[in-house]
């Protein structure tokens, strides 16, 4: 067997009492994470050589705690993100104390993993938005038929939001039965476009079983919604890219973080933020990545948000740069120091503060499309 | 509009200085979980009164410890395992300190979800085992050919195991092609099951995009696989449920742990072993549930183990019980320790330890299998 050469990497955060302790948990994660199997009793030659993870270097950035790169061989992934996933955090996420810092893929293997279908450029396309920040909210809450979501999102539209989303706990539920709602609301946006010669869109949450929500994209579609809200980590972040990479659908997909956080949560085990929210949510094919803002009632930090940001646009071969969407508990008025942070690439989410700032939500969206105006 | 009044139920174990900021926590999840919207905004009437999460109860557990149930109107879930894990611990998940102990589901749920196929029943009478534990391998490692695992797939089925499983590491990588290993391991098992008279059954991992994993799903039955190992964290537990629930599939489903260890191992938050291992595992369809044994080389303690035994068969209505099999660096000798803590009523999994037990492989799983069964 030949195998290519070609090597994806990762950088791990471990903690160890000593350099020695750490270098046998990295040499441990090459053996866990590729074969499974007694490092004595690995078959010598390529599986020894090439398949089994290699420690490229190793660093101690902190007290009992050191940075690792382990490259793996892009064959071990064999082209598909679900497998690629399971060598950088498959078994190892049950062990205490390795946590995915960063992930370095080759071209051989990011040209196999196609990542979203607009990025940046292509959403601003899309809803004809060249420069200013790009506005987001939710439709809401659960409870309401769907005539009254209806005219919630023309509200939303008609006071010049981009992209106007179910809430993310709107799926199929009596109150709002999914085929009915999505009609009405991508009717009600598109009639809100004609008066404002504007080019908002209508997201549908599709989040479902795989099948069923293959169908719900379908019927959205059909129905003019402009885009896909899909929370992968309920949905399957392969389910997620088969959405965005489906030609058929063609339309844009955005990521919500529900049922995400024990990934990130924890300092001392998981993923990064940057990893995570950025990296891996740009390969499983979503164009923008909704998440918690810090400063809101979650609980990510600036520096932890900063990093998301960074990870939706960081060099990854041909795989698109996306936009980060900071929500969760904003308010108008932090809008100035989230433009701080995030310069014009960012689309602002904002839920139950657009409903929160006045008693008239057209004019409170007025207020924010305003408020972004200024940076176009 | 009218809900039906029936009521799913969870247990949080909440973080908080008092008891007062306990049950300000427990009134947050209520909100945050379903309408997602400010307390004074939330419309009067049902929306209010019924789609809102309600606290049951609230008591003290420990020193700043807190147990809380809360309870949700079945339409919130639509009826749907996605949904229902969104309003169990959908954006909860990202806020600190809060950790779900377990689930409780009315008929009215329950019979929408239907859990495995088998259960404990079905695959003891698929196995034609009736009373002892069961017995689980995996095909390792990563890099061998096809004809190379189907020939430690023969001599596994040949000594004894029940169920002879591909290591979730093994995809489609160049070095054993999908199609090709599961057809030669199929035929290695069942050639051994005409020498033996036993009913052992290779078990393919088919974990990729949910399109393509029922496309293997499909090739993988058709050449004569006797069960799906998919790991739920990479694919998805929809589309683990999806493939347990496809009749024209109709095989056992075995759910591995890769990639879940970060909704466990932080005990302040995430899932409990009981609630996720055991209860969301059942509802996803898995008719036995892999994860790290205690004193393996992963950190379950026993008592979190017994928690997952005790919640593959915790009453849930028509949801059939289903197997535990704890594996993960175990070795023979462990074996009477672990019937101590699951009884009989168990799967052992057995992989790298079962090569380094001794030179023969063969040998080694006879040696295993006449260790449990004086247990018949």
């Not at 070609?6 to 590729?34: M, N, P, W």
């Not at 370095?104 to 607009?118: D, Y």
């Not at 004609?194 to 169908?215: H, K």
Request: net charge neutral.
């Amino acid at each position: 067997m030949r195998l290519s050469g070609e090597r994806f990497a990762v950088k791990y955060r471990l903690q160890g009492e000593s350099r020695e302790e750490a270098h046998a948990r990295a040499r441990d994660i090459c053996l866990e994470q590729t074969v499974e199997f007694p490092e004595e009793l690995v078959p010598a030659g390529f599986i020894r050589d090439e398949i089994v993870g290699r420690v490229e270097w190793l660093e101690e950035t902190g007290r009992k705690t050191y940075l690792a790169e382990i490259s793996f061989a892009v064959e071990t992934a064999a082209d598909e993100l679900t497998q690629l996933l399971n060598v950088i955090y498959g078994n190892i996420s049950i062990k205490p104390g390795i946590r995915v810092e960063s992930l370095r893929l080759p071209p051989a293997l990011s040209e196999k993993l196609r990542g979203p279908r607009f990025g940046r450029d292509g959403l601003r396309s899309l809803l004809n938005v060249p420069r200013r920040p790009l506005l987001h909210t939710a439709l809401k809450p659960m409870g309401l038929t769907a005539g009254e979501l209806a005219d919630v999102a023309y509200r939303c539209a008609l006071g010049g939001i981009d992209i106007v989303k179910d809430d993310h706990g709107l799926t199929n539920q009596c109150s709002a039965p999914f085929a009915e709602r999505v009609g009405r609301c991508a009717e009600a946006v598109g009639k809100a476009n004609r008066l404002t010669g504007a080019s908002s869109i209508y997201v549908a949450n599709i989040t479902a079983a795989p099948a069923e929500m293959v169908n719900r994209a379908q019927i959205a579609k059909a129905a003019g919604a402009g885009g896909f809200l899909v929370s992968p980590a309920l949905a399957g972040l392969g389910a997620m890219g088969q959405i965005a990479g489906d030609d058929s659908l063609g339309l844009p997909v955005i990521s919500h973080p529900a049922f995400q956080g024990s990934y990130c949560i924890n300092p001392a085990s998981g993923i990064s933020h940057y990893a995570y929210y950025g990296q891996i949510t740009r390969l499983a094919g979503a164009d923008a990545v909704v998440y918690p803002n810090f400063g809101g009632r979650f609980s990510f930090s600036r520096e932890e948000c900063a990093g998301i940001a960074a990870g939706t646009m960081a060099d990854m071969g041909g795989i698109k740069a996306i936009f980060p969407s900071p929500g969760g508990g904003m308010s108008l008025e932090k809008v100035p120091e989230m433009l701080a942070v995030y310069g014009r690439e960012v689309i602002f989410l904002i839920g139950g503060g657009l409903f929160r700032h006045g008693p008239d939500l057209l004019q409170n969206c007025r207020h924010f499309r305003a408020m972004v105006e200024q940076y176009e």
